[in-house]
């Protein structure tokens, strides 16, 4: 089955550092990956939309200087958080589709905590 | 706006009971809808429909579609502890992924 990945699974940070978290798809390629976030007891957020060599599409509220989103391969993209501070602490879960498919596979996420 | 709602929020049975999750939406140009379960970390996949009225089975759990009343249920008979977790429903349409809040389950000994 399809497996995506996600580095590294827990970081804990600074205030005012900026964070670096990687999706990989292991085993297809995608070219839309996803980036959701997640507060305790709450569903999932979606953060923007990452096309591979295209700029990321950005919800409402979603601040994309601080969040850089890079999708350089089919199989890679990059979530950073810039200058991060304690209220960025939270959950962040990356998706992939693969090519002419609906569902969207999970990473295992990123526990982001920032002191 | 694209709308996914969960009912029960939350659900505590016994193990060996059997419970079902729903899932109401309103999407537009829906194109499927999705079920994941999550534990400790992130979603993982369960089904995904995409046709009224037919069932979709793995192992205890089994989910099913309707596209005239706009709502789907996920069925899991003789609960196990091992099943306790967050039930989430997802639709695909112009929005790539919308989730609902959720419904948790306990399954207690």
């Known amino acids: 089955g399809a497996v995506v990945s996600q580095h590294p699974s827990w970081v804990i940070c600074k205030s005012g550092t900026s964070v670096k978290i990687e999706c990989r798809s292991l085993?297809?390629?995608?070219?839309?990956m996803f980036w959701y976030r997640q507060f305790p007891k709450q569903s999932l957020m979606l953060m923007a939309t990452s096309n591979e060599g295209s700029k990321a599409t950005y919800e409402q509220g979603v601040e994309k200087d601080k969040f850089l989103i890079n999708h350089a391969s089919l199989t890679l993209s990059t979530l950073t958080v810039t200058s991060a501070h304690p209220e960025d602490s939270s959950f962040y879960i990356c998706?992939?589709?693969?090519?002419?498919?609906?569902?969207?596979?999970f990473g295992p996420g990123t526990r982001l905590t920032v002191l | 706006e694209d709308k996914v709602v969960q009912s029960p929020l939350s659900l505590v049975v016994h193990e060996g009971d059997t419970v079902t999750l729903n899932c109401s939406y309103e999407?537009?140009?829906?194109?499927?809808l999705l079920w994941y379960k999550q534990e400790k970390k992130a979603p993982t996949f369960l089904f995904m429909l995409t046709s009224s009225g037919i069932e979709k089975k793995s192992g205890r759990l089994s989910s099913i579609l309707d596209k005239k009343e706009l709502f789907s249920i996920l069925n899991i008979t003789a609960t196990q502890t091992g099943d306790s977790a967050i039930y989430l429903c997802?639709?695909?349409?112009?929005?790539?992924?919308?989730f609902g809040k959720g419904t948790r389950l306990s399954v207690i000994a």
């Open positions: 999407v537009t140009n829906f194109r499927s």
């Open positions: 085993d297809f390629q995608a070219t839309t």
């Open positions: 997802a639709t695909t349409g112009n929005t790539p992924l919308v």
């Open positions: 998706s992939a589709i693969g090519v002419g498919t609906d569902t969207q596979y």
